[in-house]
Structures are given as structure tokens and as C-alpha cells.
T-cell receptor
Framework: QKEVEQNSGPLSVPEGAIASLNCTYS??????FFWYRQYSGKSPELIMS????GDKEDGRFTAQLNKASQYVSLLIRDSQPSDSATYLC?????????????FGAGTRLAVHP | SAVISQKPSRDICQRGTSLTIQCQVD?????MFWYRQQPGQSLTLIAT?????????ESGFVIDKFPISRPNLTFSTLTVSNMSPEDSSIYLCSVRGTLGYEQYFGPGTRLTVT
């Protein structure tokens, strides 16, 4: 099975700073990438998707994709304490005739006032 | 995105018993998935629930232990059979979105086996 790697953290940033979350993946054929946010005790929530090389911005979130380096990242600008959560990177895989997502272990982000 | 509900939200079960978890979606969806998330861990795909055919199981998961039903395009069940404490986990259903391969998750079922 293909792998998705994330630094488990915790990544600690001060309020107002930029948080940078990184993810690498092993399948060169992957074309679809997703970032999920998971608060403690809650289910994952989709916050960003990216399919093409470059940057994609949505509010305070920017996803960056570099397929040549097999690297996807999530930047959170003006970090708030409410951003404190675990961020999961997911990569689409087509295997055995089925489409599925492979999840990384997640990076725990702590934003302190 | 679709609204997904799961029942029960949590349960405490005795070793050797079985529990059936229900997943209901407010709209028809082609793909439904079942995941397990053990404490402090990421998501592990158990199986893809196919409407009208048997579920497709991932390596390490078998139908006898985790039978799945998908009677229509809005509903699926996952049964955890002959439970042991190692089955204590959060079980999540998800559905594929309409834009691509994104998935949306239900609220989860927290299972504790004693």
C-alpha cells in the first residue's frame, strides 16, 4: 500500500503566526490531495482539496502541491487558538479497481495565545 | 456536502458480543466507506460498501469479523462481530463527494469493549 507521511508534532505556534503543515506521499501517480481538520473527539472535516501543482487559497488556508517532489503542504495564516486540532493529509489512490483515500497519521497543531 | 448520521454514537459492549453500527445519508451516494480510528491513531479503511454487491475489504479485515450491508444508496451498516477489547475504537462511515474523490465523514461511533 502506498504511504502518506506527516510529522506527528505537536507543532506549536503563537497566535497570529503562520502554521506550516507538511505531507509527503509515495505514489507518483496520485492526482488528488486533501487536508482534513479533526478536533479532539470529533470526526474529520474536509478543509482543502488540491489537484494541480502550485498554490490554492481559501480564506486563511493555502494548500501547496509539488508533484515532482511528491509533497503537499497546508499553510494557515493568522493562526488562532481555534485552529488547534489534528490535521490529516489524505491522498487518493486507485487500487484493485477501487478508489480510496490513504490518510497520514496527522499533525497536531497547538496555537497558543 | 451530504448530512451523515450514525447510530449509536457510543456503546459499551461485552467481549464476545456483536454490535451493528448504522450510517444514514440524506442524499443518494455512490460510494460509502467504513473506517476505524484507534486512540491517538489515524484513519484505517476497513472496507468500501458497494450498493447491490458485497463490500470490498482492505488487507487485515475480513467479512466474518466485519460484515457490511448496503441495501440502498442512502444507508449502510457495519457489524463488529465477536468483539474483543482490541476492537475498542471509533468507527466512522464516510461518503464520496460529488466533485471528485473527496470524502465526508459521519460523527463516528465510539465503541468500548470490556
Amino acid at each position: 500500500q502506498k504511504e502518506v507521511e506527516q510529522n506527528s508534532g505537536p507543532l506549536s505556534v503563537p497566535e497570529g503566526a503562520i502554521a506550516s503543515l507538511n505531507c509527503t506521499y509515495s505514489d507518483r501517480g496520485s492526482q488528488s490531495f486533501f487536508w482534513y481538520r479533526q478536533y479532539s473527539g470529533k470526526s474529520p472535516e474536509l478543509i482543502m482539496s488540491i489537484y494541480s501543482n502550485g498554490d490554492k487559497e481559501d480564506g486563511r488556508f493555502t494548500a501547496q502541491l509539488n508533484k515532482a517532489s511528491q509533497y503537499v503542504s497546508l499553510l494557515i495564516r493568522d493562526s488562532q487558538p481555534s485552529d488547534s486540532a489534528t490535521y490529516l493529509c489524505a491522498v487518493h489512490e486507485f487500487s484493485g479497481g477501487y478508489n480510496k483515500l490513504i490518510f497520514g497519521a496527522g499533525t497536531r497543531l497547538a496555537v497558543h495565545p | 456536502s451530504a448530512v451523515i448520521s450514525q447510530k449509536p454514537s457510543r456503546d459499551i459492549c461485552q467481549r464476545g458480543t456483536s454490535l451493528t453500527i448504522q450510517c444514514q445519508v440524506d442524499s443518494q451516494v455512490t460510494m460509502m466507506f467504513w473506517y476505524r480510528q484507534q486512540p491517538g491513531q489515524s484513519l484505517t479503511l476497513i472496507a468500501t460498501a458497494n450498493q447491490g454487491s458485497e463490500a470490498t475489504y482492505e488487507s487485515g479485515f475480513v467479512i466474518d469479523k466485519f460484515p457490511i450491508s448496503r441495501p440502498n444508496l442512502t444507508f449502510s451498516t457495519l457489524t463488529v462481530s465477536n468483539m474483543s477489547p482490541e476492537d475498542s475504537s471509533i468507527y466512522l462511515c464516510s461518503v464520496r463527494g460529488t466533485l471528485g474523490y473527496e470524502q465526508y465523514f459521519g460523527p463516528g461511533t465510539r465503541l468500548t469493549v470490556t
